[in-house]
């Protein structure tokens, strides 16, 4: 029986010790090296996405946005970006999973345009996978070692999404002030299988006139590539 324990404690001992190793992805890389961001451009091709404008769909303005961000982003060598497209044409959810999967990078941001809930509902939203954790994560560990690691790794990428997440937040509230959904959790189907800190952003919604307005004009859209670039830069900092 003791013998038993003492094996229990070694194993438990050494989960501790080499668990942090491949489970470092959410923590802040060290100084020096580069930072690695996935961006889906959701929808593409045939799969349109909510309708904007005569000419524009969701599928353009993720595209267009995605673009524009990788290219903020890689002014600095600090930044590695990869796309999940990089032109109008249908990916499916596993080839997008696929890419982030090989690409293993630090961080995963998902672009999206809302609709619904009414003419009246505005404004950007932000979603994270997560936030509904099992209650024994939350009070003190008195099952096994196993469960108590998997809790702690799921602690450490809810919390790296959350900054993420407050982060992209406090820079969107400059372009769309006070007008936030807040953040709130869902599941992001592309990266379940991934342990990354991920962060999906619903630019604003298609059903609302001053949405439409805003998501479909140049300048706008430039706001919100810098937006998310600083938020993104400020998470790394
Ligand atoms: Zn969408």
Do not use: C
Request: proline letters at 5%; charged letters at 25%.
């Amino acid at each position: 029986m003791e013998k038993q324990l003492h094996r229990a404690f070694v194993i438990f001992l050494l989960m501790v010790v080499i668990l942090p190793v491949p489970f470092s992805h959410g923590l802040p890389p060290r100084a020096g090296l580069k930072h690695s961001i996935v961006i889906d451009p959701a929808h593409g091709g045939s799969d349109t996405g909510v309708k904007l404008s005569e000419k524009m769909y969701e599928k353009d303005v993720t595209l267009l946005m995605a673009v524009l961000l990788q290219r903020e982003l890689q002014k600095s060598e600090r930044y590695q970006v990869r796309l999940t497209r990089d032109a109008d044409e249908e990916v499916s959810l596993s080839a997008r999973a696929k890419t982030a999967k090989t690409f293993r990078p630090d961080i995963f941001i998902g672009l999206h345009v809302n609709a619904g809930f009414g003419k009246n509902s505005s404004g950007y939203e932000l979603y994270f996978p997560g936030f509904n954790l099992p209650a024994s994560s939350l009070s003190p560990p008195k099952n096994e070692s196993s469960e108590i690691l998997m809790d702690m790794t799921k602690n450490k990428y809810l919390n790296s999404s959350v900054r993420l997440s407050q982060s992209i937040q406090r820079n969107m509230e400059r372009v769309f002030p006070r007008k936030s959904r807040g953040l709130r959790d869902a599941p992001i189907v592309i990266i379940k299988d991934l342990q990354i800190p991920a962060v999906v952003i619903e630019i604003g919604f298609a059903t609302n006139a001053a949405d439409r307005e805003k998501i479909t004009d140049g300048d706008t859209q430039k706001a919100v590539v810098r937006a998310l670039g600083n938020g993104i830069k400020e998470y790394f900092r």
